[in-house]
């Protein structure tokens, strides 16, 4: 009877408890879904009032036209994200989303500089129909020569950014190995085989020991993104080519772009190591899964550094491949001696690079964490969504091992 009793009220309580938690989910839904949509009608309105409402009396047809333009930018555009980077995954609905997202994005960060620039005018009693009018054509004309380079700089092969490393623990054999880094590639909705081919070039022509690819290959599965990808089979490297998977993979078929890169020749770092040897000298080159692998709930992913560097010399100098910066803590903390990471894209599009360094210890370049730790952040060799790239140029980087 008392074992009866005692499991009654526990019963009870469960019951309770999951009856609680489904409205406290819902609320909590609810309040981000607001708190989204909060921020797109802020995206678009503020541009709209710089630009044909806030004290330039524009004429009627004017003000009609930009209002139509912006409202349907606002009304659109929820319903193209859902249809490109939803379940149907629709490369034109992506396409389109991603471009307003860029374009709404520099309109309302000049259109804050333009407003603020304004009220000092009106302060100083300089205001009036004319300066609303000289400020808002000026954002359009920032903007649009920002949006006219920033595409030119997402869609060229990026440059090739040289950096050398001082790692003490590095043997004199391996001074002046030279590591290739490639990042956040996103091959998506945007066909860029040809943008590829033309990173497998400029990668060859940098005669590398080690390519390494830290993660975020692609957004779409290997059979989508397949064309775009096939050119990283031709990258040569004397020592190693190894990958490691970024939080995007775990979108869109994780394990499938891990057996996509090793059809393709490379060594997946899924929580493993190889070794690479010279002059009798070795580097122990480890990576883990993406820090989102384990919520992805694919089994047999998470970021396990242990499991990563199992079986190796203590005493042999260790480089990293983690996606995100922010796993340089781990690193730091188990004396790696070099990370090599992405995922921040240098921000992208300024200043959206604010943004990220609070997600991020570094946004990009070379950084020191610890005794004995460094990492090295790429801004990216391609872009993700927007097709935009502003003052966050992508790069291909060559990093120049160096004994201690």
């Known amino acids: 009877m008392s074992t009866d009793a005692s499991a009654e009220p526990r019963s009870v309580r469960e019951d309770g408890s999951e009856a609680a938690a489904a409205p406290r989910a819902s609320l909590r839904r609810r309040l981000g879904g607001g708190v989204v949509f909060l921020v797109l009608v802020l995206l678009f309105a503020l541009p709209w009032g710089t630009l044909f409402a806030m004290g330039v009396h524009w004429p009627l047809p004017v003000f009609v036209a930009g209002t139509v333009v912006f409202?349907?930018?606002l009304v659109s555009f929820p319903f193209l994200m859902v249809a490109g980077h939803g379940r149907r995954r629709i490369d034109r609905a992506s396409r389109i989303a991603d471009s307003t997202l860029g374009i709404v994005w520099v309109l309302f960060t000049w259109s804050v500089l333009g407003d603020l620039a304004h009220l000092i005018l009106v302060a100083l009693g300089m205001g009036g129909v004319g300066q609303a009018r000289i400020i808002a054509v000026a954002v359009v004309v920032v903007a649009t020569t920002l949006l006219a380079w920033g595409h030119f700089e997402a869609m060229r092969v990026p440059r090739v950014k040289q950096v050398e490393v001082t790692l003490p623990r590095l043997g004199a054999g391996l001074d002046g190995t030279r590591v290739v880094v490639l990042a956040d590639t996103h091959y998506g909705p945007i066909d860029r085989a040809r943008w590829s081919a033309g990173v497998t070039e400029a990668v060859n022509a940098l005669d590398a020991d080690v390519v390494l690819h830290a993660g975020d290959i692609a957004d779409g599965t290997p059979?989508?993104?397949?064309?775009?990808?096939?050119p990283l089979g031709s990258i040569r490297a004397r020592l190693a080519k190894v990958y490691v998977t970024g939080n995007h993979e775990y979108f869109s078929e994780a394990q499938g772009w891990l057996d996509r890169m090793t059809e393709l020749g490379w060594e997946s770092l899924h929580n493993r190591h190889v070794i690479v040897e010279r002059g009798g000298d070795r580097l122990v080159l480890a990576g883990v899964d993406d820090v989102t692998a384990e919520s992805s709930g694919l089994a047999g992913h998470r970021a396990n550094l242990l499991g990563a560097l199992a079986g190796t010399d203590q005493d042999q100098p260790v480089l990293l491949v983690a996606h995100?910066?922010?796993?340089?803590?781990?690193?730091?903390?188990?004396?790696?001696d070099l990370q090599v990471s992405g995922h921040t894209h240098g921000g992208q599009i300024w200043p959206f690079n604010f943004l990220v360094r609070v997600d991020q210890p570094v946004v990009s370049g070379l950084s020191r964490h610890g005794e004995r730790t460094q990492l090295y952040t790429s801004r990216?060799?391609?872009?993700?969504g927007p097709p935009f790239r502003v003052f966050a140029p992508s790069e291909i980087t060559l990093l120049t091992l160096r004994a201690g």
């Open 71 to 73: 409202a349907v930018g």
């Open 223 to 230: 059979t989508q993104r397949r064309e775009q990808s096939a």
């Open 324 to 336: 995100q910066p922010k796993y340089v803590a781990q690193a730091a903390a188990a004396g790696i």
């Open 380 to 384: 990216g060799t391609g872009f993700w």
